[in-house]
């Protein structure tokens, strides 16, 4: 299996906007939110990293968020 692995520092400048049916729903910027991939490192909500199998395009370290998750981030 090929992978790529991309990890970005946003320096505090993380955002996400949350679509349903195409509308946007909600709008988030600030600290990388904890339950996106590689939350067991300590990466003080500045950095972003995925892995990537090249062969599918799927991101291999994705964890699904809770409602939880999502409600607190983008307070739905």
């Given at each position: 299996m090929k992978?790529?692995?991309?990890?970005?520092?946003?320096?505090?400048?993380?955002?996400?906007?949350?679509?349903?049916?195409?509308?946007?729903?909600?709008?988030?910027?600030?600290?990388?939110?904890?339950?996106?991939?590689?939350?067991?490192?300590?990466?003080?909500?500045?950095?972003?990293?995925?892995?990537?199998?090249?062969?599918?395009?799927?991101?291999?370290?994705?964890?699904?968020?809770?409602?939880?998750?999502?409600?607190?981030?983008f307070k739905?």
């Amino acid at each position: 299996m090929k992978t790529i692995s991309i990890g970005a520092k946003c320096s505090d400048q993380f955002s996400a906007v949350l679509r349903k049916d195409g509308f946007i729903v909600g709008r988030y910027e600030g600290y990388v939110p904890a339950w996106l991939p590689n939350r067991n490192v300590q990466h003080f909500g500045d950095y972003v990293e995925l892995t990537i199998d090249v062969d599918t395009g799927h991101i291999l370290n994705w964890q699904k968020p809770t409602a939880s998750d999502l409600k607190n981030m983008f307070k739905e």
